[in-house]
């Protein structure tokens, strides 16, 4: 149950070719999110697996049954939009119960489940409430439990957290989490905020103009990064990308640094701090060192320094080397 | 969103509505254009045969022609530029803080829901009439003989009659779009040290610009085609002073039954209508962005 | 718009305001005001406000007198039936423009615009001989089919404009959650469809009942709703003022009530949804 392979999926609307072609593989019970920038195709492709728009070419399997032509409500897929999409005229027991009453469940049957969701959901006191009622993280939670109850394949998730406030969200991403932990189910979920997707996936898509740039574990894609823009995109603050007579030394045409992979105090590369951000349990100050350009240093605690000082750096990570073409080398 | 199986749902459903009002357009006209060049009178039917342009030319050469033309014109104008003009000032006026601005529109929106054959009575007997009108008793008030309005000044009268009707839309679709005039914007504007009727120049007349726009548009649709209050009150008379088009149009078709001239009167009709619209959207197009 | 003002400010605003108002709704009160007076006091001179003896006489006589409640009833069914009519087409039209939207979606909707442009008189003649050709003229269905007709851009336009505001994202939950077409239309749309369907019945409705040029010229006397009786009926002669009033106040009052209630759905509807 729940395992989603792509074969050569295009999709292009009239002259665009929005998904150039994509070959995925998602195992039954993982965690995958895909992630890009905006316009990166990342929801587009999800809505692909959906059933909510239709392949130009390729094909979708779910357990192993071409599901390419299948309308969405054949899929067995749930979805949770960023909207929530919850339905303003019904409560919400009448919003989680819907699905089953299109499936046709036996009454019954549908309230248990539904009384089971929302006990999980933490839902059971608004069941009789209308969505105009209630909370962001409380519509939240009935698009959430709207998904659960049809006990589906998998669960699709549509930047479900960018309505949210940023409290709010951190608190929902670790439910989110927890969730699938008890589920076990399936989940593909798409963000364009690489703190979610490294915080929440077994696997990561990195999504760019349609094309899948790099798939892997968050720790591989945050120490393995296969081109320049996966090693742009993981990791905030961004890797530091030098290019020039630097990067020559090591043998590249660009060379890259984590602000974290960075030690102040003595050190090959010297320069003036420009702006520096003090959070008590991070700093983060930008260098200007000549010949580098702008370096962006993290530190642990308070590192002591302000505007106009003068101080060296050393790195003290490893050194990511990309060629002309911006691929990683060995 | 869409999918195969939507879209040619979708497609079958639009169909009604566009084969109706395609036929709706198409046969009617096309009907109106065949009769324009024929000759043909309901009461004697037999008599039929082409007459080529004949009857366009009685259309061009009758006198009564061209003061239904220029009466269409000046009823269409008129009441734009009243109904603009004084919708743009009580907008405002309405706009600014006042006790009971909700029951005071509900006084000023009533005119336009007052059926045109309705509205053209009541001024006719109420207030113009010279005997027992309230105008009447006005100027004996005032110790002058009462105007026969509705025979002396017929097109005037019709353009007051129709603009007291329109006015209340004119006003609601300005008032809106005041309201939604974003008040940030004007506090900005106040921060920078505009005065109020700096504020009203470069900043609210614009805006009202695009729905100024939209309701000249609008009444010219509507007012070219004004005939229940003329029908209601003058009939066109006292002789042609007060027959507009339309009601030019509609004597020849259903008064003299002259099924042929009516017809080409539709269509010169239709051609004033669509060198308006050009005129109008050449004009005021750029203002429109749907 | 209204910040705080001074009071006297807002004094001479109101003062000034309800003036302008009063002005321009002054003849509908007249109206309603002569129709309860005596036909002494409605042509007295000087004019009679409030009269001393005032009766319902004249809308009883209005009504069991002449043929008024026929002329009523055909207000009525043409009315709502043109309504019907129009939004049983209009509504799958809106719909598929709305939610599935094509290359030609935009220059359909224009199009149907410009067919509002056209001059009723242009088409006076094929309707008028149609009409007698085929026995609708003077019929009530008749009428409801050319006012339907002549409707019909402002219904699809308005239906329009409402469905777009329906958010796509809750019909594809409902397809996500297993609903057919026909399980998404009856369970999603529709409820969230109707307070767009009702308005756009509301102001159709009263499109309808105002209508004074096909009602006039389609009909003699048996389906002649009230616009055609109260053009007929204004002649110079013969006239009984305070009867005219009663019989002025039937006409307009339910429209006049369903109009003070339909301010936005007016301003959507008429302008196409270009004003908001």
């Keep these: 149950m729940g395992q989603i392979t792509l074969k050569s999926v295009r999709k292009s609307f009239g002259e665009v070719d929005v998904i150039p072609g994509v070959d995925l593989d998602i195992l039954d019970g993982e965690f995958v999110v895909f992630v890009g920038p905006s316009g990166c195709g990342k929801s587009t492709l999800l809505r692909l697996i959906a059933g909510l728009e239709d392949t130009t070419s390729g094909s979708i399997l779910i357990d192993g049954k071409d599901a390419t032509a299948l309308p969405p409500a054949k899929r067995g897929l749930a979805m949770v939009f960023q909207s929530y999409a919850l339905y303003p005229h019904m409560t919400v027991k009448k919003n989680i119960g819907f699905p089953l009453k299109m499936a046709g469940m036996d009454p019954a049957e549908a309230e248990k489940r539904i009384q089971r969701a929302a006990s999980v959901l933490n839902l059971t006191n608004y069941l009789d409430r209308r969505p105009g009622q209630l909370s962001g993280g409380q519509r939240q939670r009935v698009a959430i439990g709207r998904a659960i109850v049809r006990e589906p394949a998998a669960f699709l998730f549509d930047e479900p957290l960018s309505n949210l406030d940023a409290a709010l969200r951190v608190g929902m991403r670790q439910e989110i989490s927890e969730l699938h932990q008890s589920l076990k189910t399936t989940m593909i979920y798409v963000t364009h905020d690489q703190v979610e997707a490294m915080t929440m996936a077994d696997k990561i898509v990195v999504l760019n103009a349609g094309r899948i740039e790099q798939v892997g574990s968050p720790l591989t894609l945050y120490h393995n990064p296969l081109n320049l823009f996966v090693a742009g995109f993981i990791g905030s603050p961004k890797m530091n990308l030098i290019a020039g007579p630097e990067a020559s030394k090591h043998g590249a045409t660009t060379i890259g640094i984590r602000p974290e992979h960075i030690t102040v105090g003595d050190g090959p590369w010297e320069g003036v701090v420009g702006l520096s951000e003090h959070l008590g349990s991070d700093s983060f100050i930008k260098v200007d060192v000549p010949g580098l350009g702008i370096i962006n240093v993290r530190g642990p605690g308070e590192l002591g320094v302000h505007h106009g000082d003068r101080i060296k750096l050393a790195p003290a990570g490893k050194i990511h080397r990309f060629d002309a073409n911006g691929l990683a080398l060995a | 969103m869409s999918t195969h199986s939507t879209r040619s749902a979708a497609r079958l459903m639009v169909s009604p509505s566009v084969i109706l009002l395609f036929i709706w357009m198409i046969v009617p006209l096309a009907m109106t254009a065949y009769f324009s060049f024929r000759f043909y009178r309901l009461l004697s039917p037999e008599r039929t045969g082409w007459v080529g342009f004949n009857n366009y030319t009685w259309f061009l050469n009758s006198p009564d022609f061209w003061v239904a033309i220029t009466n269409t014109l000046l009823l269409v104008g008129g009441v734009l530029i009243i109904t603009v003009v004084l919708g743009v000032l009580i907008a405002l006026l309405i706009d600014q803080p006042i006790w009971g601005q909700g029951p005071l529109r509900i006084l000023v929106i009533s005119p336009f829901f007052v059926m045109p054959p309705v509205a053209a009575s009541i001024w006719e007997n109420l207030f113009m009439h010279p005997q027992n009108g309230l105008l009447a008793a006005v100027s004996r008030g005032f110790g002058t003989d009462p105007i026969l309005y509705l025979e002396t000044y017929p097109m005037v009268s019709i353009i007051f009659i129709v603009s007291w009707e329109w006015l209340p839309f004119a006003t609601l679709i300005l008032l809106t779009a005041l309201q939604s005039m974003s008040s940030e914007q004007l506090e900005a504007a106040e921060m920078d040290g505009a005065s109020a009727l700096a504020r009203l120049r470069y900043l609210i007349l614009p805006h009202l610009g695009r729905a100024i726009t939209v309701v000249i548009l609008i009444q010219t649709i509507f007012l070219l085609g004004i005939f229940g209050e003329i029908f209601t009150t003058t009939q066109g008379g006292p002789g042609n002073s007060s027959t507009t088009l339309p009601y030019m149009i509609y004597k020849q078709a259903l008064i003299a039954k002259d099924i042929g001239r009516a017809a080409a009167g539709g269509i010169i009709a239709v051609i004033l209508a669509n060198i308006v619209a050009i005129f109008l959207m050449r004009g005021i197009g750029k203002h429109l962005d749907t | ?276």
């Design chain 3, 1 to 276: 718009m209204a910040r705080a003002v001074s009071t006297q400010r807002k004094i001479a605003y109101t003062a000034a305001a309800w003036a302008v108002g009063l002005t321009i709704f002054f003849p509908v009160f007249w109206t309603i005001l002569t129709s309860f007076k005596t036909e002494a006091d409605a042509v007295a001179s000087p004019p009679v406000f409030l009269a001393a003896d005032w009766t319902l006489q004249n809308y009883a006589d209005v009504w069991s007198r002449s043929d008024y409640p026929r002329f009523f009833w055909n207000s009525v069914v043409i009315s709502i039936g043109s309504t019907i009519l129009g939004l049983a087409i209009a509504i799958p039209a809106a719909w598929s423009m709305a939610f599935v939207p094509g290359k030609r979606t935009k220059d359909l909707l224009m199009w149907m615009l410009s067919t509002k442009m056209m001059p009723a008189v242009g088409v006076l003649i094929p309707m008028y001989l149609i009409f007698l050709w085929t026995g609708l003229f003077d019929t009530r269905t008749g009428l409801i089919l050319a006012l339907m007709l002549m409707n019909l851009p402002i219904i699809v336009w308005m239906l329009y404009t409402y469905f777009k505001e329906i958010p796509a994202e809750i019909l594809e939950a409902a397809r996500m959650d297993g609903a057919s077409l026909r399980n998404e239309i009856i369970y999603v749309l529709t409820p969230m469809a109707i307070p767009g369907i009702a308005s756009t019945m509301l102001l159709n409705i009263i499109l309808a009942w105002n209508e004074a040029f096909w009602t006039i010229t389609l009909t003699t006397v048996d389906a002649a709703p009230l616009s055609a009786f109260i053009a007929s009926f204004s002649a110079p002669q013969g006239l009984f003022y305070a009867k005219l009033s009663a019989a002025s106040t039937m006409a307009i009052a339910p429209i006049l009530i369903m109009g003070w209630f339909s301010q936005k759905q007016l301003v959507r509807g008429l302008t196409f949804g270009a004003v908001k």
